[in-house]
């Protein structure tokens, strides 16, 4: 019993080598005296040393070999057998198995509730938090990790808490919520530092170098990175040794110190080798292949991309395989080999597409684009450099939006996570994207022209699609771009009396704008723009053009999320026949609960909208604004919805965002999922709330925020909001806006009349309004809709050779004077 005592206080401080002693010792002990039941434990203890060693095959077998035995005193060594299930949960988690994973955890938590240990299932807990964590699903791993820090701490568990806490650190990383990461990683620092756990403290110290460095920190980040080396030299473990080894090695890199990323990341590769700890090995190979890349030395640099490839493949490694995959296609660049990098990042893409199936919670497939653009970007590359412009547009398409697309054609997902998982939907999946053909036939007008943006690492590229032209550019390197755009963005939505962004707009059109309309022989009647990262809450209205003119001046512009989708939006038009109005006004005592000020113009602002609907409108304000009076209307009729009230923005979790109604509270307002779980008809909805179109700008995802929820729900346009815009002008804008729509303007079109109003003014004063979606329809008179359709065409082609006949015949025969 002493030897197995003194084993496990050795595996307990990580000092392997000493427990195989001990535990060898231990069994045969046991083994001489006919215990049975103390063998499988001794055995167990092996298996977990072996695991920590990072000797996967051998901690199997010994686990199940100590399951095997410890089954049959099940009555004493439940424990035993529950620690089994949990070693077989981490090994098969490790292989990336993450069924079996949960199994194994789920049956090690149930035999610990069954016997009353609070802190086998806290520990249980937390290891299925961590399997979620690895698939992807943040809100179930966090909610378990929750659930073992709260049990750890009321069971004065030092272990628990800290396992959750590391755990909990690296989710808000994952989530880039950089601010509650370093709170749980400082707790977990102090509990550890207490503890005297240096193992604890090397691996906390690893995740806040990682947090540092995404900050930009990269002195901190590597003076935290020395002092995790020196706890790890403390420690007799190779797996330790190289994982904080192939960490040093990767912060050389981005110091651009060559000499020494080499050095350290070669002792991780022989300690990550003695170990077999596949999973560092293939950062380590992935380290490696850009360090040669930089160096230039191409043919290490492939090789290392294979070797990380070919590891990344034998585990199914989903992030892994893409990221290698895109290394190595970028060193077989490097070489000059275009043909076989395209091929490498076709296969990336391709990898990153399946991979989506397997995350069930659309919250958290919003976030799986964030770390990819620099591999589309690569594919954009080289696509347009070698002359394939519309593959190199349908590849920026499948970067873009990609939840919003799946959400919009399938609602169900928002409430049913299970159809992720679903062979028979993999539509929802696998999508047509809009090419320059499509977007042409759908989406274009003569004298239209769509644009979109792919703002990259590195550089940015500009799509411009016409009836008759595709064109693309590279536009210029992102991050001094998106410099440029924030601070003209601030000049912009601050209303000082004199507007301080002229330079900027300029600037911003010469980069953005005149090298994709530069040689069209009629100037665009129309923009359609697909933005990108911080072009998302950029109104391109406001660029100034050589003529010194706004844009606004010289076309009507409106925006989608991508081609995709705006032409899935034209499949579902609704009839715009007795077309009514539900219009909300700022609620009495609803600003006071956000601490803003009351709407005085909104109750005008609804009123005088609702003129032009005749008796066909209904208008809540005051105390009738209340959820119970809007969700009493029949909404499934055609409807404008126009919003005149507050509205709490979260920008972090768009879920947590409403409008404001009169009953206080949040369950008392109109939240996202109480939109985002109907099935409205709307051709428009209007949300002058302040600051409506804001929301996170994800990589890839675009602008994730709560005017989403609208669309998912049936709205087909949707003018918002990008600033808070003062009371009075929203009024007044808006005022303007549905006298236009009501004279037969189209969405845009009106909203374009209603501004050019007021350009004498401060843009912050009517620049925040934007409309986005199917904005091509006219709500009242005239015809209902500004979609292209074919027998125009065919009739203007009918015209034109009818007056080129004429013609010909009068240039032949020419009429003779009398």
């Not at 911003?508 to 998302?536: K, N, T």
């Not at 209205?541 to 989608?560: N, P």
Request: hydrophobic residues 40%; glycine residues 8%.
């Amino acid at each position: 019993m002493a030897s197995l005592k003194a084993a496990n206080d050795a595996t307990d401080t990580a000092n392997f080598p000493r427990a195989l002693v001990l535990y060898d010792q231990a069994l045969a002990t046991f083994r001489s005296a006919g215990l049975e039941d103390r063998e499988g434990e001794a055995i167990l203890g092996r298996g977990f040393v072996y695991y920590n060693m990072g000797q996967l095959d051998r901690a199997e077998q010994a686990a199940r070999e100590s399951l095997k035995k410890v089954s049959r005193y099940l009555d004493r060594l439940w424990s035993a057998a529950a620690n089994a299930h949990r070693l077989l949960g981490n090994i098969h988690s490790d292989r990336s198995d993450h069924a079996a994973a949960l199994a194994e955890f789920q049956t090690a938590r149930e035999m610990a509730v069954a016997h009353g240990s609070r802190n086998l299932a806290a520990q249980s807990e937390c290891e299925i938090g961590f399997v979620y964590g690895s698939m992807g699903d943040y809100r179930r791993a966090i909610e378990h990790a929750d659930r073992a820090l709260a049990e750890g701490a009321a069971i004065r568990r030092t272990g628990v808490q800290l396992d959750a806490l590391i755990l909990l650190g690296n989710l808000y990383l994952q989530l880039n919520d950089f601010r509650k990461a370093r709170s749980y990683f400082e707790r977990g620092l102090d509990l550890a530092n207490k503890e005297d756990d240096s193992f604890a403290v090397a691996v906390i110290y690893d995740g806040l170098a990682y947090l540092y460095n995404s900050l930009g920190d990269s002195e901190r980040s590597m003076a935290i990175r020395l002092e995790s080396l020196r706890l790890a030299e403390s420690v007799d473990s190779d797996k330790l040794r190289g994982q904080v080894y192939a960490s040093i090695g990767h912060e050389y890199i981005l110091h651009d110190d060559p000499a020494r990323a080499e050095r350290y990341l070669l002792d991780a590769e022989r300690f990550s080798k003695s170990c077999k700890d596949e999973w560092n090995l293939i950062w380590i190979y992935q380290d490696l292949c850009r360090l040669r890349s930089k160096e230039g030395l191409h043919a290490e640099a492939i090789r290392a991309g294979e070797e990380a490839t070919r590891l990344s493949r034998s585990r199914d490694e989903i992030e892994e395989t893409w990221s290698s995959l895109y290394l190595l296609g970028e060193a077989l660049r490097a070489e000059g080999n275009d043909a076989g990098a395209l091929q490498k990042f076709d296969a990336a893409i391709e990898t990153i597409e399946s991979g989506r199936t397997a995350i069930q919670q659309s919250a958290q497939r919003s976030f799986y684009m964030t770390n990819k653009q620099a591999l589309y970007e690569g594919a954009v590359s080289i696509l347009a450099a070698t002359g394939r412009e519309a593959d190199a547009l349908i590849v920026s398409e499948k970067f873009r939006a990609r939840t919003f697309l799946e959400t919009l054609m399938h609602p169900s997902l928002a409430v049913r996570a299970d159809l992720a998982g679903d062979p028979s939907r993999q539509d929802i999946f696998f999508p047509s994207f809009a090419g320059v053909d499509q977007i042409r036939r759908d989406l274009l007008l003569p004298g239209d022209v769509f644009l979109e943006y792919l703002v990259g690492e590195k550089r940015v590229y500009g799509f411009a699609v016409t009836p008759d032209v595709l064109i693309v550019k590279d536009l210029g390197e992102s991050t001094a771009l998106s410099r440029m755009a924030a601070r003209y963005l601030d000049f912009l939505s601050h209303g000082e009396v004199e507007f301080g962004g002229k330079p900027g707009a300029t600037r911003l059109y010469q980069i953005l704008v005149e090298p994709l309309l530069h040689g069209m022989r009629v100037p665009p009647r129309r923009l359609i723009i697909s933005p990108d990262a911080i072009l998302h809450v950029l109104p391109f209205e406001t660029l100034i053009g050589r003529s010194g003119r706004y844009l606004i001046e010289d076309c009507t512009v409106t925006y989608a999320s991508s081609g995709t989708i705006l032409s899935k939006l034209n499949d579902r038009r609704l009839p715009l026949e007795q077309l009514r109005l539900v219009a909300l006004a700022d609620p009495d005592g609803g600003a006071g609960e956000i601490g803003g000020e009351r709407l005085r113009y909104s109750l005008e602002e609804i009123r005088e909208i609702a003129a032009f609907f005749g008796d066909r409108r209904v208008l809540l304000h005051g105390s009738d604004a209340t959820r119970e009076r809007f969700f009493s209307q029949d909404l499934s009729r055609p409807t404008v919805f126009h919003f005149a009230t507050h509205a709490v923005i979260d920008e972090t979790d768009p879920l947590r965002s409403r409008i404001i109604l009169y009953t206080a509270g949040e369950d008392g307002d109109l939240g996202f999922n109480d939109i985002m779980g109907k099935r409205w008809a709307s051709p428009l909805a209007v949300l002058s709330a302040c600051g409506s179109g804001r929301g996170r700008v994800l990589s890839g995802e675009g602008l994730d925020g709560f005017a989403r929820s609208f669309f998912y729900s049936g709205v087909n346009c949707l003018v918002l909001t990008l600033w808070n815009v003062e009371d009075e002008s929203s009024f007044l804008l808006m005022r303007d806006f549905y006298a236009e729509l009501a004279k037969g303007s189209a969405i845009d079109d009106a909203l374009r009349e209603a501004k050019l109003k007021r350009l004498g003014e401060h843009p912050a004063h009517w620049a925040g309004f934007v409309c986005t979606g199917l904005s091509g329809q006219r709500l009242f008179g005239r015809a209902a809709t500004r979609r292209p359709v074919r027998w125009m065409w065919l009739l203007m082609a009918s015209i034109v050779v009818i007056v080129s006949a004429w013609l010909l015949f009068h240039r032949r025969w020419p009429r003779i004077r009398e």
